[in-house]
């Protein structure tokens, strides 16, 4: 079956960089659309930004310029390479993969950013 697995979470002072990994498997996802959310303690799951099957691309305006994803299909890998990285930034990230038939989640990766 389908997994995904987030990494490369951690602790990082205000304006420095993290990037995040989501690593499948069970599938190519040559199909759909991949996701990358967010969720701080106490509100709700956020988008952060999607990548689809060809490649293009969206951001959320309050990360734009600062975070960029991406995708390995080589390695059934897509990332989130997170710069200028602010506290409110600070979350529960999750990679998701959406299908015409199904959505799959991770288990998320803590990023936690001090002022």
């Known amino acids: 079956q389908v997994q995904l697995v987030e990494s490369g979470g951690g602790w990082v002072q205000s304006g420095g960089s993290l990037r995040l990994s989501c690593a499948a498997s069970?599938?190519?996802?040559?199909?759909?659309?991949m996701g990358w959310y967010r969720q701080a303690p106490g509100k709700q799951r956020e988008l952060v930004a999607t990548i689809a099957w060809d490649g293009s691309t969206g951001i959320e305006d309050f990360v734009k310029g600062r975070f960029t994803i991406s995708r390995d299909d080589a390695k059934y890998t897509v990332y989130l390479q997170m710069n200028s990285l602010k506290p409110e930034d600070t979350a529960v990230y999750y990679c998701n993969w959406v299908t015409w038939n199904a959505i799959y989640w991770g288990q998320g990766t803590q990023v936690t950013v001090s002022s």
């Open positions: 069970g599938t190519t996802f040559s199909s759909g659309t």
